[in-house]
């Protein structure tokens, strides 16, 4: 009994879509590995995918951009360091320094598909590191 | 409602209760420490904040728009 041939993208040159497929595939490389590694997109045997991300890496430099702020605030206006270090403790159970997620999308044997991904964890958590940041800077009348 | 979808993780009244009673924890009088600031400080950290604040702003609006499209 033979099996069904399973359907595979490359098998086949019979539309003029391929050569556009091949400059689309250019483009999507280096789309690709602007990621950071906590985020793996693995295309296999597949035409027409499109991929949208956000940028991880900015994301997380934003987040410590805020943290540093943090520090920073609290540093000046507490004139003694040990009760800034204190209240920068009690505020990092909060923070939750986890990084963001590590992700995994694979597409294999398809086509057409669109894929979006956001790092849900890394915007929630700058969402409330400036919430946080300022809430201490109205609390200080600095804002 | 449409608050509380902006803001997915805490309410802005949650995080001021949570500061107030960090700073109380800790023994600090907001009202006090304030005064260690000098004019120049307040208006360079007030600098600071704004444009984290704007950054963020954009870095949500460009995730908002990858979800549209």
């Known amino acids: 009994m033979m099996h069904k041939k399973e359907w595979r993208a490359l098998d086949y040159c019979d539309d003029e879509r391929n050569n556009q497929a091949e400059v689309e595939e250019a483009a999507k490389q280096k789309n690709i590995t602007k990621q950071s590694s906590e985020e793996w997109i693995i295309i296999k045997d597949s035409e027409g995918v499109t991929v949208t991300t956000t940028d991880t890496q900015a994301a997380i430099s934003l987040q410590v951009g805020i943290e540093v702020a943090i520090a920073v605030v609290l540093s000046i206006t507490l004139a003694d360091s040990d009760k800034a270090k204190a209240v920068f403790q009690d505020l990092e159970q909060v923070m939750k320094t986890k990084q963001s997620n590590r992700q995994k999308t694979i597409v294999e044997k398809s086509k057409n598909v669109n894929i979006t991904t956001t790092d849900i964890d890394i915007a929630i958590n700058i969402q409330l590191l400036i919430q946080l940041l300022l809430a201490i800077v109205v609390s200080l009348d600095i804002l | ?69």
């Open chain 2, 1 to 69: 409602m449409s608050e509380s979808s902006k803001d997915p993780m805490m309410s802005n009244k949650v995080v001021e209760v949570m500061v107030d009673s960090i700073f109380r924890k800790n023994g600090i009088k907001p009202e006090e420490v304030k005064n260690n600031l000098s004019e120049k400080q307040r208006e360079m950290l007030k600098e600071m904040v704004t444009d984290l604040k704007a950054q963020v702003e954009e870095f949500q609006e460009k995730k908002n728009e990858s979800k549209a499209e």
